[in-house]
T-cell receptor, first 112, second 113 residues
Framework: GENVEQHPSTLSVQEGDSAVIKCTYS??????FPWYKQELGKGPQLIID?????GEKKDQRIAVTLNKTAKHFSLHITETQPEDSAVYFC???????????FGSGTRLQVQP | NAGVMQNPRHLVRRRGQEARLRCSPM?????VYWYRQLPEEGLKFMVY????????ESGMPKERFSAEFPKEGPSILRIQQVVRGDSAAYFC???????????FGEGSWLTVV
């Protein structure tokens, strides 16, 4: 089955700096890569996703890049704000009837 | 348009009791997924269901756990004879079709005492 690895496990940045979280996946058939943000006591919230026919996608301060050859994808958050502090999860899924496989999460702390 | 609704949000059970967690998917969604999250850990897949069908239960423990998604009504995750190790947050998610965007509920926190 699919295996997703995520790094780093914790990340501390100063407000206004950029944050980058990286994930690798094992199943070359995977073609859908979402990112979720989870705040304490709440459910994961989808923040951006990318499909394998696209190399990069942006939504305001958030961008995701995908390298299918290397089987890795990354989340980039620019101009970080204290409210970006949360745990971020990457995930991957393949074609057919498959659920998402999640990475282990990155705890992002934005220092004001 | 209401999101994925889970109840109860918090549930306390004594060892040996049964826990039933309910999930109503987003309107128009017929695919439901259950995930478990232990404290300070990631999301582990348990089961994937479509109306009246279990599509993938490879992440479900073989004993004590069962799930259903009937033609009418919410999806139910049932845990029989709970043990302390079952204490976790259980998240339900739904999608319109397989391969579509998956949206999560706010979770049900189970505490076994």
């Amino acid at each position: 089955g699919e295996n997703v690895e995520q790094h780093p496990s914790t990340l501390s940045v100063q407000e206004g700096d950029s944050a980058v979280i990286k994930c690798t996946y094992s199943d070359s058939a995977s073609n859908y890569f979402p990112w979720y943000k989870q705040e304490l006591g709440k459910g994961p919230q989808l923040i951006i996703d990318i499909r394998s026919n696209v190399g990069e996608k942006k939504d305001q301060r958030i961008a995701v890049t995908l390298n299918k050859t290397a089987k890795h994808f990354s989340l980039h958050i620019t101009e970080t704000q204290p409210e970006d502090s949360a745990v971020y999860f990457c995930a991957a899924s393949g074609t057919g009837r498959r659920a998402l496989t999640f990475g282990s999460g990155t705890r992002l702390q934005v220092q004001p | 348009n209401a999101g994925v609704m889970q109840n109860p949000r918090h549930l306390v059970r004594r060892r040996g009791q049964e826990a039933r967690l309910r999930c109503s998917p987003m309107k128009g969604h017929s695919h439901v997924y259950w995930y478990r999250q232990l404290p300070e850990e990631g999301l582990k897949f348990m089961v994937y269901l479509q109306k009246e069908n279990i599509i993938d239960e490879s992440g479900m423990p073989k004993e004590r756990f069962s799930a259903e998604f009937p033609k009418e009504g919410p999806s139910i995750l049932r845990i029989q004879q709970v043990v302390r190790g079952d204490s976790a947050a259980y998240f339900c998610a739904s999608s319109k079709e397989s391969g579509n965007t998956i949206y999560f509920g706010e979770g049900s926190w189970l505490t076994v005492v």
